[in-house]
């Protein structure tokens, strides 16, 4: 049913094209990339509704909220800026990566109710810029997704175990899930041939890079205005590489044989002296410190 239903989904986004804006009216413009679709609602979507009609769209992917204040990418600034400055402005933005190329998705009031277009843009190509740490941090903003339990504590609104405590110095992100299996040593690694610790090394890399994508969609996906980074640059190889865990130092952990309390997945130290840390138990525990 699931199937059919994204089958019925994509004719009706396919055939929506030619009921969508063009490039031309009401300030709407695709730049270079690519207009795939409109979905609209007679009145506002319903949050159910809104995101379901994303999910339908992206599928199993990730969609992550574009931040106005955020490093631009000319690309999708070549469809946003011509709304951004006409008098009928976003309401939201969200990007999609899981895919050959990245989907946009634009939220827009259209009359009594709101229409939703689809773009696809060849790829994102901000020139990379150092990690910051936003000097403003507005509650409001930060900490719309949380609830506050105490002076210092705020508590994510659908997922209890996803928590941030803020510091005299900065804020730590915890997320706590029992996991079953939690990660092993391999053991006897040092005294396997080249061959098996290319293979063993290959495995642990794919299970950290799980990890560290679980903890951008805990994390920085679930926040608003941190960081100068959109969320997907912190995906991208030249923006990120120089900050994740090496390999070198992945296999010296392996040879020694011993499972260190956390694993450090990425460690970045800003302009301004600020510290950006994403460590994982491998048992079902991860954190995110920003201290500065």
Same mark, same amino acid.
């Given at each position: 049913?699931?199937?059919?239903?994204?089958?019925?989904?994509?004719?009706?986004?396919?055939?929506? !094209?030619?009921?969508?804006?063009?490039?031309?009216?009401?300030?709407?413009?695709?730049?270079?990339?690519?207009?795939?679709?409109?979905?609209?609602?007679?009145?506002?979507?319903?949050?159910?509704?809104?995101?379901?009609?994303?999910?339908? !769209?992206?599928?199993?992917?990730?969609?992550?909220?574009?931040?106005?204040?955020?490093?631009?990418? %000319?690309?999708?600034?070549?469809?946003?800026?011509?709304?951004?400055?006409?008098?009928?402005?976003?309401?939201?933005?969200?990007?999609?990566?899981?895919?050959?190329? %990245?989907?946009?998705? !634009?939220?827009?009031?259209?009359?009594?109710?709101? !229409?939703? @277009?689809?773009?696809?843009?060849?790829?994102?190509?901000?020139?990379?810029?150092? @990690?910051?740490?936003? %000097?403003?941090?507005?509650?409001?903003?930060? =900490?719309?997704?949380?609830?506050?339990?105490?002076?210092?504590?705020?508590?994510?609104?659908?997922?209890?175990?996803?928590? +941030?405590?803020?510091?005299?110095?900065?804020?730590?992100?915890?997320?706590?899930?029992?996991?079953?299996?939690?990660?092993?040593?391999?053991?006897?690694?040092?005294?396997?041939?080249?061959?098996?610790?290319?293979? +063993?090394?290959?495995?642990?890399?794919?299970?950290?890079?799980?990890?560290?994508?679980?903890?951008?969609?805990? =994390?920085?996906?679930?926040?608003?205005?941190? =960081?100068?980074?959109?969320?997907?640059?912190?995906?991208?190889?030249?923006?990120?590489?120089?900050?994740?865990?090496?390999?070198?130092?992945?296999?010296?952990?392996?040879?020694?044989?011993?499972?260190?309390?956390?694993?450090?997945?990425?460690?970045?130290?800003?302009?301004?002296?600020?510290?950006?840390?994403?460590?994982?138990?491998?048992?079902?525990?991860?954190?995110?410190?920003?201290?500065?």
């Amino acid at each position: 049913m699931k199937f059919f239903n994204a089958i019925v989904f994509i004719f009706v986004l396919v055939a929506s !094209v030619w009921a969508a804006p063009s490039k031309t009216s009401g300030g709407y413009t695709a730049g270079s990339a690519k207009l795939l679709g409109a979905v609209e609602s007679k009145s506002p979507f319903s949050g159910d509704r809104l995101f379901s009609t994303l999910d339908s !769209v992206g599928g199993t992917g990730s969609w992550m909220e574009w931040d106005v204040n955020g490093v631009k990418d %000319p690309s999708l600034m070549g469809i946003l800026d011509p709304m951004l400055k006409s008098a009928n402005k976003p309401e939201m933005v969200w990007v999609i990566v899981e895919r050959t190329k %990245p989907l946009v998705a !634009v939220l827009l009031p259209k009359g009594a109710g709101e !229409v939703i @277009l689809f773009y696809e843009v060849s790829k994102f190509d901000a020139k990379v810029v150092p @990690l910051k740490v936003n %000097p403003v941090l507005s509650p409001e903003v930060v =900490f719309r997704d949380y609830r506050q339990i105490s002076e210092t504590e705020y508590v994510h609104r659908d997922k209890g175990n996803l928590k +941030i405590v803020l510091l005299k110095n900065g804020m730590r992100f915890s997320y706590t899930k029992k996991d079953e299996q939690p990660l092993r040593i391999e053991p006897g690694y040092a005294t396997k041939s080249i061959a098996e610790k290319r293979t +063993i090394l290959r495995d642990y890399e794919d299970y950290f890079k799980y990890e560290y994508s679980l903890m951008l969609r805990a =994390f920085v996906q679930s926040t608003r205005g941190v =960081f100068n980074w959109q969320p997907w640059h912190w995906y991208m190889p030249e923006w990120n590489s120089k900050f994740m865990m090496k390999r070198d130092e992945l296999e010296a952990i392996l040879t020694s044989g011993r499972v260190p309390s956390m694993w450090i997945l990425f460690k970045a130290k800003t302009e301004r002296n600020e510290s950006i840390v994403l460590s994982t138990s491998g048992n079902g525990y991860w954190e995110m410190e920003i201290s500065w």
